[in-house]
Structures are given as structure tokens and as C-alpha cells.
């Protein structure tokens, strides 16, 4: 393929077309400009319309999981359209194509969930409606909250927020760190971690390029936070480790605490009846800890949770 960017162009960095992933995209541009002395127009940002953001009647789970967030910036990375993809590491699928690399890591933001609609979940109504489409969150919320009722809630920040004003729901929950990112902080309500545990690699900017491209690697590896790689790579060795999907409901939290790492994991049933926890505490880059984390709670999983990991053995 004919590369016919401008000559003063260093970098291409592909993104999502929303308001978000452009926010993303932005901060990552001006940490690149800031480590290399660029000028600004020698980041390009390259947005592309995901097949994620097309179909929102319908739960991701439904239609492909997290692999349509990623599979127009794959291809775009293939054919050197792009130099760089600029992803939500929550939304990254685990396994990815080995000719890939996660070359960096940003700064990692708050990687709480925020409430929007209430203070708190013990504060949401009884027998409230509460919209979201993550398998997560849904059973964490049966789990702790068995009298609401969960109703399909997709799109961007936006999208949902109107949806709630419409009524469509009387609560939803939003990341804090995209809230952040955009500067809406102040519509929901972050929750304390020791009641409701985040996603993994939530609150997380990933920056992916072909392995082979030298250039791009070693550009985007002078922005790579270790700090917030060691969590990011802990909390997706545990995924890959449980070999859940899309649909599997899974909360995982990694932390520094001193020297070392510590992590807290919860597994559940989709309707929230059954939970499982488990916590490590390991250095960075020491898998086996975490793989016997995982492995700790597959062997306890109960008959509602096991179904929706790998099964040992």
C-alpha cells in the first residue's frame, strides 16, 4: 500500500469515532508531542466508525463481543494505514493476533465505576430499573441488589446519559475515568472499590502496533507508564487464564501496594446468585501467581459460574 501521508507526519494513531476515544486519542498525541518535541500536526489521528458503535439495540455479547471494537483498527494496522491503535484497554479482547504488540501504556486514570441516578447502591430505589449491557455489572448488581431489574443499556457516554433522562432506566453505570476524560465527572457517583469491583484494565489507555514496526514501537514505548503496565498486564493474565468471554461475568482489580502487587478477583453467575472472590499479592510480572488465582477460584466455581469459564483440567 502507497504511504501518502505528509512528510511532517511522525505517527498515525487510529481511534474510535467518538467523543471518548477521541479524548483518548488526544491525550495520547500530546504525550507523544511532549516526549519527542514534535509539533502537534506531527501526530495524525486517524478515526474510523467501529462496527461496535453501529448496532446498539443489542447487547455486545450478542453480535461479536469486544472484538468489534478493535476489528476496523486491526485491519487498518495490517494495511499500514495506521501506525498505532489507540484503545479502552477494558475493551480489548483477551486474546489477541501475535503479530500485535501492546507497545504502551498510559498513566492509568480512576478505575472505579461511577453510579448515575444515585449515591450509592444501597440508595437505589427499590425494585429500580438499571441499564447496562455489561455481563459485570449486571451480576454484580443482582448480587448485592436482587430486586432490581437490568435492561439493556448501549452506546457512548452520551447515548446512555440521554437514555436515562428518557427514562429508559432509572440508574446506569458509566467508568469514571471516561467520565474524567470528557470532563463529567460530576454526572455519576464513583464507587468505593471495597463494595463494587471495576472491570479489568479499566481506567486503562493501550497502544497497539504491529510488532514488526520498529519505528512505531520504539516511538510509542518512550509514553509506556511501567507502573500502570504491571497492573494492565496482571488483570489480562487473569482473564486469559480463566478463559472467560464476553458473556462471562468477571471483576478484577490490581493494585500497587508497596513493592508488590495486589489483586482482588470476584467471579458470578449471570443472574448475581452465586459469587466467588479470591485475592494475591505478587511482584510485577510474576503470572504464576496470578494464574494460580485464577486457577484457585475455577476449582471452587459453583454450578452457576463454572459454565461461563474454562474448565480446568
Same mark, same amino acid.
Not at 478515526?47 to 443489542?58: E, Q
Not at 480489548?92 to 486514570?109: G, M, Q
Not at 469491583?197 to 497497539?208: D, H, K, N, S, T
Not at 487464564?241 to 501496594?257: K, N
Given at each position: 500500500?502507497?504511504?501518502?501521508?505528509?512528510?511532517d507526519?511522525?505517527?498515525?494513531?487510529?481511534?474510535?469515532?467518538?467523543?471518548?476515544?477521541?479524548?483518548?486519542?488526544?491525550?495520547?498525541?500530546?504525550?507523544?508531542?511532549?516526549?519527542?518535541?514534535?509539533?502537534?500536526?506531527?501526530?495524525?489521528? +486517524?478515526? @474510523?466508525?467501529?462496527?461496535? /458503535?453501529?448496532?446498539? $439495540? #443489542? &447487547?455486545?455479547?450478542?453480535?461479536?463481543?469486544? %472484538? *468489534?471494537?478493535?476489528?476496523?483498527?486491526?485491519?487498518?494496522?495490517?494495511?499500514?494505514?495506521?501506525? +498505532?491503535? @489507540?484503545?479502552?484497554?477494558? /475493551?480489548?479482547?483477551? $486474546? #489477541? &493476533?501475535?503479530?500485535?504488540?501492546?507497545?504502551? %501504556? *498510559?498513566?492509568?486514570?480512576?478505575?472505579?465505576?461511577?453510579?448515575?441516578?444515585?449515591?450509592?447502591?444501597?440508595?437505589?430505589?427499590?425494585?429500580?430499573?438499571?441499564?447496562?449491557?455489561? &455481563?459485570?455489572?449486571?451480576?454484580?448488581?443482582?448480587n *448485592?441488589?436482587?430486586?432490581?431489574?437490568?435492561?439493556?443499556?448501549?452506546?457512548?457516554?452520551?447515548?446512555?446519559?440521554?437514555?436515562?433522562?428518557?427514562?429508559?432506566?432509572?440508574?446506569?453505570?458509566?467508568?469514571?475515568?471516561?467520565?474524567e476524560? *470528557?470532563?463529567?465527572?460530576?454526572?455519576?457517583?464513583?464507587?468505593?472499590?471495597?463494595?463494587?469491583?471495576?472491570?479489568?484494565?479499566?481506567?486503562?489507555?493501550?497502544?497497539?502496533?504491529?510488532?514488526?514496526?520498529?519505528?512505531?514501537?520504539?516511538?510509542v514505548?518512550?509514553?509506556?507508564?511501567?507502573?500502570?503496565?504491571?497492573?494492565?498486564?496482571?488483570?489480562?493474565?487473569?482473564?486469559?487464564?480463566?478463559?472467560?468471554?464476553?458473556?462471562?461475568?468477571?471483576?478484577a482489580?490490581?493494585?500497587?501496594?508497596?513493592?508488590?502487587?495486589?489483586?482482588?478477583?470476584?467471579?458470578?453467575?449471570?443472574d448475581?446468585?452465586?459469587?466467588?472472590?479470591?485475592?494475591?499479592?505478587?511482584?510485577?510480572?510474576?503470572?504464576?501467581?496470578?494464574?494460580?488465582?485464577?486457577?484457585?477460584?475455577?476449582?471452587?466455581?459453583?454450578?452457576?459460574?463454572?459454565?461461563?469459564?474454562?474448565?480446568?483440567?
Amino acid at each position: 500500500m502507497t504511504d501518502t501521508r505528509n512528510s511532517d507526519i511522525q505517527i498515525r494513531l487510529g481511534t474510535r469515532n467518538s467523543p471518548l476515544a477521541m479524548a483518548q486519542a488526544h491525550e495520547t498525541r500530546a504525550r507523544l508531542c511532549a516526549a519527542h518535541g514534535w509539533a502537534e500536526d506531527a501526530v495524525e489521528l +486517524v478515526p @474510523v466508525v467501529a462496527s461496535g /458503535d453501529k448496532v446498539l $439495540d #443489542r &447487547p455486545l455479547s450478542e453480535i461479536g463481543g469486544k %472484538a *468489534l471494537w478493535t476489528k476496523e483498527l486491526d485491519l487498518w494496522l495490517r494495511e499500514g494505514r495506521i501506525d +498505532v491503535a @489507540v484503545h479502552s484497554a477494558k /475493551d480489548v479482547e483477551t $486474546d #489477541r &493476533p501475535e503479530d500485535f504488540t501492546f507497545a504502551a %501504556a *498510559l498513566p492509568r486514570a480512576d478505575r472505579r465505576d461511577s453510579l448515575v441516578g444515585a449515591d450509592s447502591i444501597a440508595a437505589i430505589p427499590q425494585g429500580a430499573t438499571v441499564g447496562t449491557s455489561a &455481563p459485570r455489572r449486571a451480576a454484580q448488581l443482582l448480587n *448485592l441488589r436482587p430486586d432490581c431489574e437490568v435492561v439493556t443499556f448501549r452506546g457512548n457516554v452520551a447515548t446512555r446519559l440521554g437514555k436515562l433522562e428518557a427514562g429508559e432506566a432509572d440508574v446506569t453505570f458509566l467508568a469514571a475515568a471516561g467520565l474524567e476524560r *470528557l470532563g463529567q465527572a460530576e454526572v455519576g457517583v464513583p464507587l468505593d472499590k471495597t463494595e463494587w469491583i471495576p472491570a479489568a484494565a479499566q481506567g486503562v489507555i493501550a497502544l497497539e502496533a504491529m510488532t514488526a514496526n520498529d519505528t512505531a514501537m520504539r516511538a510509542v514505548a518512550a509514553i509506556d507508564h511501567a507502573p500502570t503496565r504491571a497492573e494492565f498486564e496482571a488483570e489480562r493474565a487473569l482473564l486469559a487464564r480463566l478463559g472467560g468471554t464476553c458473556h462471562s461475568p468477571v471483576a478484577a482489580l490490581c493494585e500497587h501496594d508497596g513493592g508488590a502487587l495486589s489483586m482482588r478477583a470476584a467471579l458470578f453467575s449471570p443472574d448475581g446468585r452465586e459469587r466467588i472472590e479470591g485475592t494475591a499479592r505478587f511482584a510485577a510480572g510474576e503470572y504464576h501467581a496470578v494464574a494460580a488465582l485464577a486457577d484457585d477460584l475455577l476449582a471452587r466455581a459453583t454450578p452457576g459460574i463454572a459454565p461461563h469459564f474454562r474448565a480446568i483440567g
